[in-house]
């Protein structure tokens, strides 16, 4: 995978990140249009899809960032917090797998920083589109 091509999994990653932090508020949790599981494809320079980002953010301010590519999914866990109308921070504390077995293991290293506050934009077009730091995702219903 290129360089630009991790650059873009771990923007979109943090982006989806940041998603789940609009779900800090427990008491609002269902009010909040960012509850729930959002969908991003990643393209290449080319335009060809490359990654399908899948995104849950709960009530309880955790955040679940399913990352699937052609060579295997990575899953990222964490917490958000809303910082304003349009700001979310997010911490991903961990990540799966961390190694890939075949003949023999070889590390599989996280493609967004571990136990680092990250803040991004969000905003929210409309009931079925969100936007964070210029990435679009899709409500899943």
Same mark, same amino acid.
């Given at each position: 995978?290129?360089?630009?091509?991790?650059?873009?999994?771990?923007?979109? &990653? @943090?982006? !989806?990140? *940041?998603?789940?932090?609009?779900?800090?508020?427990?008491?609002?949790? =269902? %009010?909040?249009?960012? +509850?729930?599981?959002?969908?991003?494809?990643?393209?290449?320079?080319?335009?060809?899809?490359?990654?399908?980002?899948?995104?849950?953010?709960?009530?309880?301010?955790?955040?679940?960032?399913?990352?699937?590519?052609?060579?295997?999914?990575?899953?990222?866990?964490?917490?958000?917090? &809303? @910082?304003? !109308?349009? *700001?979310?921070?997010?911490?991903?504390?961990?990540?799966?797998?961390? =190694? %890939?077995?075949?003949? +023999?293991?070889?590390?599989?290293?996280?493609?967004?920083?571990?136990?680092?506050?990250?803040?991004?934009?969000?905003?929210?077009?409309?009931?079925?589109?969100?936007?964070?730091?210029?990435?679009?995702?899709?409500?899943?219903?």
């Amino acid at each position: 995978m290129s360089n630009l091509n991790a650059g873009k999994i771990a923007l979109a &990653v @943090a982006a !989806a990140a *940041t998603m789940f932090a609009s779900l800090n508020a427990p008491a609002k949790a =269902q %009010n909040l249009p960012l +509850v729930g599981v959002w969908t991003e494809s990643v393209h290449d320079a080319q335009g060809k899809p490359f990654a399908v980002i899948v995104d849950e953010f709960r009530a309880d301010g955790m955040i679940h960032v399913r990352m699937m590519v052609t060579n295997g999914i990575t899953d990222y866990v964490g917490r958000y917090e &809303v @910082a304003s !109308a349009s *700001t979310i921070t997010v911490r991903f504390d961990d990540y799966g797998p961390k =190694q %890939n077995c075949v003949a +023999v293991c070889l590390p599989i290293p996280p493609v967004v920083p571990m136990g680092v506050v990250q803040t991004m934009n969000v905003q929210f077009p409309n009931d079925y589109t969100m936007v964070i730091n210029g990435e679009e995702f899709h409500r899943q219903m």
